[in-house]
């Protein structure tokens, strides 16, 4: 059975910017791949937990103590843009 | 002709000891290993020349002074791309993080340096350890030592085809799905994927969250052991890490496997595993019951939708911890009108074909409508691949199988086909849905030289009975070939 995929949604919600030409190629290979992967749904599983992790643990505490930090320089020496010591992007809204 | 670069690791530290040699001398017969082999392999993304020579130098002095720190003092490893290190380039393999150095050190990488070791450099993976056969890098693809037309395996395939000959004493990589054993078993090594948790992700780029766990890569089992050791254990920076006591590792390694119950998994020794594998995995395994191991069949019935349930897992879990990568904070940047717009066209920029691929079948498999359809169903069959397991280690002590369908396969072959080149990680990937350790070691070579893996597989926290029946196939093996690539002579292209 052949999954029908809105690639260009898909593609926005990743926020990855795809041409026509690669939004049909990876539109039809994602396709193919999912037709495999929905063989899971042939499997009954009513009633079965699903599983989010290996291991059973709940809340990894640890001591409420202050430690140091990674140095703020060498951190932001990375940044493709900085601007008095915080990262810089491009405006967030649009104009209208 | 042998030299220094191809002791193990236990062999070179004695050797160490007796004063034999230096820890300078070890590191460069590695590098000397490399300067020949790198040109055929591309193993090595970075060799940190300046930094492995420090260490060494230091590791020496440590050891003129009675500062003795164990196993791995003066020992040149390798380390998967992947794998955080402080000021010294850590690319995943992606363009998106072309020039990125880390501000910090992972756990594994900094208990490696307190255990000694030199560290030589950072080996080639599959971008963001995404692929079967270390193709997937942005920097070109790793080649297989035993025939340099056939691929290494992957992700961790720079690890392997360099530990394999010889440019390291043994290395790490990360395991999501076969990581690790896979190409351990493509380049004829030991390969281990650890319980989850055993080892600390912290300094791990992350793929999937649930199924990643860092594990060694070696020439001996005895050296896997050792390697691991020097790693596992809880660390408050990674709150998945595993809290109680680390299981013995090297305690059983001399053993043997006389009343140990070793269960065949029916459903991986079938239809889709090479004639050749096959019929070496069964010697093996009757040579195991020959020393002493009571051998019987266990079916895991739901391994069969494993690959199905891991092609959703792992891609849902990786399109949300690649969200990271939005050119804000490190790596690449292009530019836009709005910051919507400039992520948008850095990830596309930055990121290769089978990531893009991979992040958007995972947001499709998490977004509204189609969440409970994919990811919610291939959690329910991850439970009952867990469930299977647990079944079956009611009555066996460990299992086994084959590592990969098939030994290498020739460069190129399935670059463009997805699904056949996520069949290589059929006998892998349960291991990593149900978070047990397993490890994969060579038995023989097929009728075209290339190397076996056979798996053993045992419960959570089994690591010891696990490592101990991995000796004996060892010791049953006597796997002594080496790849031609194993070599310190110029050889000829």
Redesign the interface.
């Known amino acids: 059975m052949p999954v029908e ?1 809105d ?1 260009a949604r ?9 041409d026509d030409d690669e939004l049909e190629s ?1 539109g039809h ?2 396709s ?3 037709e ?8 009954p ?1 009513e009633g ?8 059973p ?1 709940v809340n ?1 505490f ?1 001591p409420d103590v202050v430690t140091g930090s ?2 703020h320089a ?2 932001l ?5 900085t601007e008095g010591g915080f ?1 810089r ?6 104009e209208q | 002709m042998s030299s220094l670069a191809d002791l193990d690791i236990a062999e070179a530290a004695a050797g160490l000891r007796r004063g034999d040699h230096a820890a300078v001398d070890l590191l460069e017969a590695v590098l000397r290993r490399a300067t020949i082999t790198e040109a055929h392999l591309h193993a090595y993304l970075t060799i940190d020349h300046d930094g492995a020579r420090a260490a060494a130098e230091q590791a020496d002095r440590d050891l003129a002074s009675g500062v003795d720190k164990g196993p791995l003092h003066g020992i040149p490893l390798a380390l998967k791309d992947n794998m955080c290190t402080r000021g010294i380039e850590t690319t995943a393999a992606s363009q998106i993080l072309a020039g ?2 880390p ?2 050190d992972g756990t594994a990488v900094a208990r490696l340096r307190v255990a000694g070791a030199t560290l030589v450099g950072k080996t080639n993976l599959d971008e963001f350890a995404m692929g079967s056969s270390t193709e997937n890098s942005a920097y070109g693809p790793t080649r297989n030592p035993w025939n340099t037309d056939t691929v290494p395996g992957g992700s961790s395939g720079g690890s392997s085809a360099a530990v394999a000959v010889g440019s390291a004493y043994g290395g790490f990589g990360s395991d999501t799905g076969g990581s690790i054993r896979q190409p351990a078993s493509l380049t004829g090594i030991v390969g281990v994927k650890p319980t ?2 055993l080892v600390s992700r912290y300094g791990l780029i992350a793929f999937a969250s ?1 199924l990643d766990q860092i594990g060694p890569l070696a020439r001996t089992v005895g050296d896997a052991a050792v390697l691991l050791e020097a790693v596992a254990g809880w660390d ?1 920076l990674d ?5 109680g006591d680390v299981p013995a590792i090297t305690g059983g390694l001399d053993a043997g496997v006389e009343g140990v119950r070793v269960g065949v998994v029916t459903e991986l020794m079938g239809e889709g595993i090479d004639e050749e594998v096959r019929a070496a995995t069964r010697a093996m395994i009757d040579r195991l019951a020959d020393a002493g191991a009571i051998v019987t069949e266990a079916s895991l019935p ?1 391994t069969e ?1 494993a690959l ?2 891991y ?2 897992i792992a891609p849902a879990e990786c ?1 949300a911890n690649l ?1 990271r990568f ?8 292009i ?11 850095s ?2 920029a930055g ?1 290769g074909p089978e990531v ?2 991979r ?3 995972g ?3 998490l ?1 509204a409508g189609y969440y409970d ?2 990811y ?9 691949v ?1 469930r299977d397991f647990a079944a079956a280690y009611d009555n066996v002590d460990v299992l086994v199988s084959p590592t990969s369908p098939t030994t290498a396969f020739p460069l190129g072959e399935r670059t463009d086909d ?2 056949a080149m996520y069949y290589a990680d059929v006998c892998t990937i349960p291991s990593n ?4 350790p397993a490890i994969s070691l060579p038995t023989g070579l097929d009728s075209a030289g290339l190397p076996i893996g056979f798996q053993v597989m045992a419960p ?1 926290l089994g690591e010891e009975t696990m490592f101990r029946v991995a000796a004996e196939v060892e010791r049953l093996a006597g796997f002594a070939a080496r790849p031609f690539l194993a070599t310190d002579e110029v050889i000829s292209a």
């Open positions: 995929i690639i898909v593609a926005k919600l990743a926020r990855i910017a795809l990876f290979q994602l193919d791949i999912l495999h992967a929905a063989r899971v749904q042939a499997l599983t079965v937990e699903p599983t989010s992790h290996p291991l643990m990894a640890r990674l140095d060498e951190v020496e990375m940044a493709p843009e990262f992007v491009p405006r967030i809204l649009d | 990125y150095r501000p910090y989850y948790g649930s408050p709150a998945t890490s595993y809290r739901a939708y199905s349930a092609y959703l399109s969200a939005d050119g804000v904070r490190y790596g690449l940047r530019e836009g009108d709005t910051t919507e717009e400039m992520m948008a066209r990830r596309a990121f893009i691929r992040v958007l079948l947001t499709y498999a977004s359809a994919f919610g169903q291939a959690q329910r069959v991850r439970t009952l867990r997805p699904i849905l149900s978070g047990d959570a």
